[in-house]
């Protein structure tokens, strides 16, 4: 009797550490961010948010880091001056937030982009229409092909979605907001709602004048457009270290740079700073989570594409797990370990792949893997976070369990 005790116990204590293992691995950490209480009459925020500054009305990209990165093995180019009215960035920053444009009342961008998942979701593949909750614990509804890429820097991409089917972020808004499997909404939905929602009709004055009398879809695209583009991360460490703070980076963090940009691992070459991505498709061998995703052949109809996908930002890519279009690697190491290992070519990719040259065994030590991970961690900037409103115009409920919010803000 005493050693079935004893075999009970510890068969417990195996349980218990075994579950603890597996939870590690799938909660991701979430990121910090501020909820706020907004203006009782949603009075729109002439402020220009964090990573920008104000001239002459407008807000402009602070780009305090960004010349001694494109010197420094950077794109070699000038990045664009976008000028946006703070104004029309705050009333995006509420619709983002709003279930209001959903066609059920149920979902927001939000749910999707959510700040404690660095404006992804956490999720390997994200949960559209009838789902309830947000972020990995979001359940029942309509599973969706794809893992939810993060916004950030959003406003420097050429290409949206993984296969690139939208060029520009107001085509890639129209997407989510009227497809059946997600937003489930219309043109006639959203305007209807909106012109008849007093708070919006002062909002889109505010922000538009005479042109935002009359509430389009068009105008909520573009609001939500413009919040997008404000989403700017670029005061990392690694940033800080660029432009003369040598003490910003440890050793193990400057080996892995080297490790980086070394011709053995070449992650450079596909993901080059500033924008740590050179904004083309690649076909690497990720295996599918599900059906199989034939990515940008899809669009062009090239075999030569076949189950190529969007090379992404790494920036913030510490905040972002799980990681490629099929969310089925969870962790960097993961990832690391999956180039290391050849990718598609080591990790039994279907034969008809035209797996880029630069994937090859790379024979990386654990020592090398280690600062590399290290190095990606120094990527992560915040600091530009949206603010979460605790009530939007619309008066429905936000993606925020706040008892849950303020539980994990006092740890």
């Not at 690694?238 to 703070?245: C, L």
């Not at 990386?364 to 600091?383: A, G, P, R």
């Not at 619309?394 to 994990?408: D, F, K, Q, T």
Request: hydrophobic share 35%; aromatic share 10%; charged share 25%.
């Amino acid at each position: 009797m005493k050693y079935l005790l004893y075999l009970e116990f510890f068969t417990l204590i195996f349980l218990v550490s075994n579950c603890s293992k597996v939870d590690s691995r799938i909660i991701q950490e979430t990121s910090e961010f501020e909820v706020v209480e907004p203006p009782s009459d949603f009075f729109l925020s002439s402020l220009c948010p964090s990573g920008w500054k104000t001239e002459k009305g407008s807000c402009v990209i602070n780009y305090q880091y960004i010349n001694s990165l494109e010197k420094n093995g950077g794109l070699g180019q000038t990045l664009p001056d976008v000028k946006l009215d703070p104004k029309v960035i705050d009333l995006g920053r509420y619709l983002f937030f709003d279930p209001i444009l959903s066609g059920d009342k149920q979902l927001s961008c939000a749910h999707c982009h959510h700040p404690a998942y660095s404006l992804s979701d956490g999720r390997k593949q994200s949960i559209g229409k009838d789902g309830t909750g947000y972020g990995p614990e979001r359940k029942n509804g309509v599973v969706l092909k794809r893992s939810a890429p993060s916004l950030w820097n959003v406003l420097y991409m050429k290409h949206l979605f993984w296969e690139g089917r939208a060029a520009n972020l107001e085509d890639q808004a129209d997407g989510p907001l009227y497809s059946p499997d997600e937003m489930g909404s219309s043109p006639t939905i959203i305007e209807s709602r909106l012109n008849e929602n007093p708070f919006y009709q002062k909002m889109f004055r505010q922000a538009y004048g005479l042109k935002g009398t009359k509430i389009s879809a068009e105008l909520v695209v573009d609001a939500i457009s413009s919040f997008e583009r404000s989403l700017v991360s670029f005061s990392s460490r690694f940033d800080k270290w660029s432009t003369g703070d040598k003490d910003a980076l440890s050793e193990e963090e400057l080996l892995g740079y080297n490790v980086f940009r070394s011709f053995v691992a070449r992650c450079a070459e596909c993901h080059p700073p500033p924008m740590f991505t050179n904004n083309v498709f690649a076909t690497i061998g990720v295996l599918d989570s599900g059906v199989r995703d034939y990515g940008r052949e899809t669009i062009t109809g090239q075999d030569l594409l076949r189950g190529s996908f969007r090379v992404p930002s790494l920036r913030n890519i510490a905040k972002t797990a799980p990681y490629m279009h099929a969310g089925n690697l969870e962790t960097l190491e993961e990832v690391v370990n999956f180039y290391n290992e050849g990718g598609g070519r080591g990790n039994g990719a279907p034969s008809d792949l035209r797996i880029h040259w630069h994937v090859r065994k790379m024979g990386l030590s654990q020592n090398e893997i280690t600062s590399l991970i290290s190095f990606l961690k120094t990527l992560t900037d915040e600091s530009s976070m949206p603010k979460f409103p605790k009530s939007v115009p619309s008066g429905l409920p936000v993606a925020l369990e706040l008892e849950s919010y303020h539980r994990s803000s006092k740890k």
